[in-house]
């Protein structure tokens, strides 16, 4: 089993950006798919992103497309999200997940691993 630990969060102004990372133990990343996902108080968690093993297929929630990227790099065993032009409702806790399909990752179905979470805050 994978263990997953994330750092990177903070409080930023909106506009600003921040970069996310996933540091995996336990097992290496290159049998999983990896994602983001987040949630803000009072709501359900939410996919925000998420990445094949191979780095050949991505997907990304609406509300992040065109600012938020994910990548991976199976060699060093980790994952990043790099957040630009951030938004107020983008504040959130944070999570990594890893799962041997991407389809669950996108789904947020099935057995799924997660980190620990990091605290985003966007104040505006």
């Known amino acids: 089993q994978v263990q997953l630990v994330e750092s990177g969060g903070g409080l930023v102004q909106a506009g600003d950006s921040l970069r996310l990372s996933c540091a995996a133990s336990g097992r290496t990343l290159r049998a999983y798919a990896m994602g983001w996902f987040r949630q803000a108080p009072g709501k359900e968690r939410e996919f925000v992103a998420a990445i094949t093993w191979s780095g050949g297929s991505i997907y990304y929630a609406d509300s992040v497309n065109g600012r938020f990227t994910i990548s991976r790099d199976n060699a060093k ?15 959130a806790v944070y999570y990594c997940a890893a799962a041997n ?3 669950l990752l996108t789904r ?13 805050t966007v104040s505006s």
């Open 77 to 91: 065993n980790t994952a990043n999200l790099q957040m630009n032009s951030l938004k107020p409702e983008d504040t």
């Open 101 to 103: 399909d991407v389809v």
């Open 108 to 120: 947020n179905e099935g057995s799924i691993v997660w980190g620990q979470g990091t605290q985003v």
